[in-house]
């Protein structure tokens, strides 16, 4: 998790998010001030109830220059896979792409052991991009990738990262309610051990949605539906995670768990414990929730090396 230094609303990502909300329509912060210390207490208080419940979190601070509005979002640019691979991807808006910092790599290959780098940035130039596991929602044990087609995921890209790491991609779009697509499937859809929480509404297209829940159930995932407000309040983006004692977390924002009902709490628990934590600032500024926030980290770990 990357601990923000110049965290606001930016305007490169707006015009393919329309989840932001520009400072002054914001409702927790009318002026648009004061953004960076809002974000940073949420931040904080995050990474502290993750820890509180025995989750390991490493916490890297970004720096002040170049300002970076999104760095909060790592998972955009980073990944890792169980395979040892680390992937550093193509970014949409250029004014993100100072986020992918080297220190960062180094400080995971101080930590863990990483077979091999793979660094798609070269796509930029041509205007192509995958931004990581907001563009793919990865289902590893069955090398399946799940994307939804928008301005901020290439098909060329996509088929070649698939291709290179041994996944099979299926693309589908996805809509939000004003009938444009969604920026990122991680907002569509949650992948979890044993269920996938879905969007079903937002996916127009009949056979493409019956593709993507064949795909699902013959991969041994049961399907809980969301709606397309409920989309909108990041019922979508969540995460699950296992602690150092191997029970499985489900990490939400409070948004997004107040707006599930209670036959979908009651399904999703059958999964996971529930984690809500409150992000509403990070949410309404720059249209991201809980699960943009973390880069998952599947390398083996060398020795004994502690978070901090």
Request: glycine share 6%; proline share 4%; with cysteine.
């Amino acid at each position: 998790m990357i601990r923000p230094a110049a965290f606001g609303f930016n305007n490169e990502t707006a015009a393919s998010n329309y989840f932001q909300k520009k400072p002054g329509t914001s409702n927790t912060d009318p002026a648009g001030t004061g953004l960076q210390q809002q974000a940073l207490t949420e931040f904080d208080l995050m990474v502290q109830t993750l820890r509180g419940r025995s989750i390991d979190v490493i916490v890297i601070e970004d720096t002040l220059e170049p300002l970076k509005p999104d760095a909060i979002f790592p998972n955009n640019w980073l990944s890792t896979s169980p395979a040892g691979v680390v992937s550093v991807f193509p970014m949409y808006a250029a004014n993100r792409r100072s986020e992918k910092r080297e220190e960062i790599l180094v400080r995971l290959a101080a930590d863990f052991v990483i077979k091999d780098l793979q660094d798609w940035s070269e796509y930029e130039a041509e205007g192509r991009y995958l931004e990581g596991t907001g563009s793919m929602v990865m289902d590893h044990d069955n090398k399946m990738i799940y994307a939804c087609m928008s301005e901020r995921t290439s098909l060329v890209v996509l088929e070649k990262y698939a291709a290179t790491n041994g996944y099979q991609a299926i693309v589908f779009l996805a809509t939000d309610k004003n009938g444009m697509p969604v920026y990122h499937t991680n907002v569509v859809m949650t992948l979890g051990e044993g269920f996938c929480v879905l969007c079903e509404e937002a996916i127009d297209e009949e056979w493409e949605l019956i593709a993507v829940r064949q795909l699902l159930e013959s991969t041994n995932h049961s399907i809980i539906a969301i709606s397309r407000d409920q989309m909108h309040s990041f019922a979508g983006n969540m995460l699950q995670v296992k602690n150092t004692k191997d029970e499985k977390i489900l990490i939400m924002s409070q948004a997004a768990y107040n707006s599930l009902n209670k036959e979908q709490r009651q399904m999703l628990e059958a999964y996971s414990a529930l984690l809500p934590v409150a992000v509403p600032t990070i949410e309404e500024v720059e249209g991201g929730s809980v699960r943009c926030m973390m880069a998952e980290i599947f390398l083996e770990k060398k020795g004994n090396s502690i978070p901090s």
